[in-house]
Every structure is written in structure tokens, then in C-alpha cells.
């Protein structure tokens, strides 16, 4: 992560990331030019009905606008790539799962089922920006998967009530998960004909599309919801848990929540220009809960 310490600071790393002059996103907010180079310069601040509108356009979290827009700015660390942000470096990294396990009934009321449009669009938006064209980006199988499975389909939110994060999991066939697990089938390639009732299938598949949120607080409550649902509901014991991912946090967490490497595809990272190479990860948590 990167330590931001004003607004001008993060709005000029969002233009050079994405390659957006001045001009550009003077547009994008229909003001002028002279004031999106004030913004940069820290001469003026936003106001404050215009923090929703710059969060929504740069899909900068609510909170690193609001830490930043102001006199006194909350310095703040933030990842373009990742979308997450941290106060402090010491918090960057996603917490102890053990912490996790032993806050699992803990209630918050960040948590509600994926239901709008513009949920499904921030998935969408959060997907795009991992650069990984074999996450599938199809708004009908996102919401196919919301109606069918809402127990793990989940948004989090922030304090304002803010889209801070999600969980989209896709409950597949067997069938459908063995072409995944020998790469004749890509994630990408799925469709809603691919999606079953979970409770009609032995062994349930249970496939993560992506578990994120913008900070380690949310990320606690949204693993939080995902892992009591494994613990409490009942289902056939034999589950499959999978998920592909080439982000090294999540691939870190899984493997300390027990689940196992299928394969890692070394030609799919050059080809796609990744920091880490996809992986597939297949267990449950069984052993986890014990």
C-alpha cells in the first residue's frame, strides 16, 4: 500500500493510474479544469455532497475520500489494485483467522444479501479492476447467484452505509466444478445453467468467486458471515469449498483456513501479466472448526 496524505495526492495517483489527464477528469465530475487542478493542489476541498460523486467515479472507498477531505487530512494507505486501505502499516496485512473463529458470533449490522443493480455493478467494478479476464464479469450469473444462494451472496457495507466489499459465491454442479478442477472449463466460461440448489447436490460445491472488503475491519465481518454459514447450516459434510484466485492475501487465508492447492497456472500469469500465478484451492473447513 501506498501512504496518501491529502486529497490532491490520491486524486493525481487515480489519474496516472489509469492514465487520465486533468482534462479528463474534469469531465468525469462535469466541473472545470481549474477546479480539479485546485483539488490537486490542496487549495480547496470538496464539498461534501461531492464526496459520494468522487467515491463513485474513482470507486476510491467512501472512508479514504472522507479521511482525506479534510483541513486536517487522516493520512491513509491505500491499494489501487486490492481496493483496501489501512490507517496504518501495521494493519495492512488481513487478520488472524484464529481472531476470526473466536469473533464468528459477534453481530453487526453491516451485512445484508446482494440485491440491486448497482450491487451487482460494484462487484462487477471490484472484479475489473483485479485485471484478471478469467473472473467472470457476467451480471446475469451474479445475479442468478444472488436469487439462488443468498446466504453467501453478500454485501458489507461501510458506517453511511456505503458498498464496502462483498461475498459472491456461484453453488455449482458437480459436474460443472470437475471441468473447472482439470482446466477444461474457466470461470469465465460459466454460465447460469452451470448453478444448482446447493441442497440438492451431494456434495454441494461451493465456489468463491472473490470474498473482499475495502479494509480489514469489513473483511473481518464478511469472512466472519461466510464461515458460520459453513459451521452452523446444516449440510452434507463432504462439502466442496473452491475458489480461484491470483491475489496472494487470499491465497494465504485460505490456505490457513485448511484448504488445499489443485493446481497454479505459471502460463495464465505471464499471459495475463499477474503478480502471482491463478490458483485453485479446494478443501472445507471441517477440520478448521474442530
Known amino acids: 500500500m501506498?501512504?496518501?496524505?491529502?486529497?490532491?495526492d490520491i486524486l493525481i495517483g487515480f489519474r496516472n493510474l489509469n492514465n487520465i489527464s486533468q482534462a479528463d477528469l474534469a469531465g468525469k465530475f462535469d466541473v472545470d479544469i481549474r477546479t480539479i487542478i485546485r483539488w490537486e493542489k490542496n487549495e480547496t476541498l470538496?464539498?461534501?455532497?461531492?464526496?459520494?460523486?468522487?467515491?463513485?467515479?474513482t470507486f476510491i472507498p467512501h472512508q479514504v475520500i472522507?479521511?482525506?477531505?479534510?483541513?486536517?487530512?487522516i493520512h491513509t494507505y491505500y491499494d489501487f489494485g486490492l481496493r483496501k486501505y489501512s490507517l496504518s502499516p501495521l494493519f495492512q496485512n488481513l487478520p488472524e483467522v484464529r481472531w476470526i473463529k473466536e469473533s464468528i458470533d459477534s453481530i453487526h449490522d453491516k451485512i445484508r444479501p446482494i440485491q440491486t443493480e448497482k450491487d451487482i455493478d460494484n462487484i462487477i467494478r471490484y472484479t475489473q479492476l483485479q485485471r484478471d479476464s478469467l473472473k467472470s464479469t457476467s451480471s446475469q450469473l451474479i445475479r442468478e447467484a444472488a436469487r439462488i444462494f443468498p446466504e453467501l451472496n453478500l454485501i458489507v457495507t461501510d458506517v453511511l452505509g456505503n458498498y464496502a466489499g462483498h461475498s459472491l459465491y456461484f453453488p455449482l454442479s458437480f459436474e460443472t466444478y470437475q471441468k473447472i478442477k482439470v482446466q477444461k472449463l474457466m470461470e469465465n466460461d460459466l454460465t447460469i445453467s452451470d448453478l444448482v440448489n446447493y441442497k440438492d447436490q451431494s456434495p454441494p460445491v461451493f465456489y468463491c468467486h472473490s470474498i473482499t472488503a475495502d479494509c480489514n475491519e469489513n473483511f473481518f465481518v464478511i469472512i466472519g458471515a461466510a464461515l458460520k454459514f459453513y459451521r452452523d447450516t446444516p449440510i452434507d459434510k463432504n462439502y466442496i469449498y473452491a475458489i480461484?484466485?491470483?491475489?496472494?492475501?487470499s491465497y494465504n487465508m485460505s490456505k490457513s483456513l485448511g484448504v488445499d492447492l489443485i493446481w497454479e497456472d505459471f502460463d495464465q500469469q505471464k499471459k495475463l501479466n499477474l503478480k502471482v500465478p491463478p490458483r485453485l484451492l479446494e478443501g472445507n473447513f471441517t477440520e478448521f472448526f474442530k
Open 66 to 73: 472522507r479521511n482525506l477531505n479534510a483541513t486536517t487530512p
Open 46 to 57: 470538496l464539498k461534501p455532497e461531492k464526496e459520494e460523486e468522487i467515491a463513485n467515479i
Open 244 to 249: 480461484i484466485t491470483s491475489r496472494y492475501d
Open 2 to 8: 501506498k501512504k496518501y496524505t491529502s486529497l490532491g
